[in-house]
T-cell receptor
Framework: DAGVIQSPRHEVTEMGQEVTLRCKPISGHNSLFWYRQTMMRGLELLIYFNNNVPIDDSGMPEDRFSAKMPNASFSTLKIQPSEPRDSAVYFC???????????FGSGTRLTVV | GQQLNQSPQSMFIQEGEDVSMNCTSSSIFNTWLWYKQDPGEGPVLLIALYKAGELTSNGRLTAQFGITRKDSFLNISASIPSDVGIYFCAGQGGMYSGGGADGLTFGKGTHLIIQP
């Protein structure tokens, strides 16, 4: 099992540019989560999907953030336009059900300059 | 929204000592989870607790789900250098009616530093 795969591992972009983060969940998992981690705010849930359907996006900070899950094996988190305060580590996690712990990817470290 | 208060924020201990950390919440959780995060990696699940009062062990780790469902603790016995890292508690409110999993609320973490 390859685990949750995120790409890219590191992203440096200029303010105003569009950024797309990618995630491939573990095969067979039906829930997918996007988290953001910063020193100040810790790990924050941005949005999650069950069976490819967005369930709760109340953690998405602004309209500049959007997420999609077109199929069970792929999800994207897009920031457009990006701002320096979006700099953080973004994690994707997947799960089979509430009775199982989540498996996290290795994260994407985003730096917006 | 739900908040988790995790303490202590950091711990400096000697190798071989026991470690104890805890989390409290103003809200009830149905599931408590403890994760460890190493630098440059995502959190890794250590222990999951599903029932109030449950006490679960995983090697040198022991965790308990508080009776009130508003707290949990994690103990590490006889610490070793590889225990260094950030430990997070996380709570989950309940099962989404569609059969999947809800999002987790995380504590701010406990930084564990071990002096040889």
């Amino acid at each position: 099992d390859a685990g949750v795969i995120q790409s890219p591992r590191h992203e440096v972009t200029e303010m105003g540019q569009e950024v797309t983060l990618r995630c491939k969940p573990i095969s067979g998992h039906n829930s997918l989560f996007w988290y953001r981690q910063t020193m100040m705010r810790g790990l924050e849930l941005l949005i999650y999907f069950n069976n490819n359907v967005p369930i709760d996006d109340s953690g998405m900070p602004e309209d500049r953030f959007s997420a999609k899950m077109p199929n069970a094996s792929f999800s994207t988190l897009k920031i457009q336009p990006s701002e320096p305060r979006d700099s953080a580590v973004y994690f994707c996690a997947s799960s089979f059900s509430v009775t199982y712990g989540y498996t996290f990817g290795s994260g994407t470290r985003l730096t917006v300059v | 929204g739900q908040q988790l208060n995790q303490s202590p924020q950091s711990m400096f201990i000697q190798e071989g000592e026991d470690v104890s950390m805890n989390c409290t919440s103003s809200s009830i959780f149905n599931t408590w989870l403890w994760y460890k995060q190493d630098p440059g990696e995502g959190p890794v699940l250590l222990i999951a607790l599903y029932k109030a009062g449950e006490l679960t062990s995983n090697g040198r780790l022991t965790a308990q789900f508080g009776i009130t469902r508003k707290d949990s603790f994690l103990n590490i016995s006889a610490s070793i250098p590889s225990d260094v890292g950030i430990y997070f508690c996380a709570g989950q409110g309940g099962m989404y009616s569609g059969g999947g999993a809800d999002g987790l609320t995380f504590g701010k973490g406990t930084h564990l530093i071990i002096q040889p």
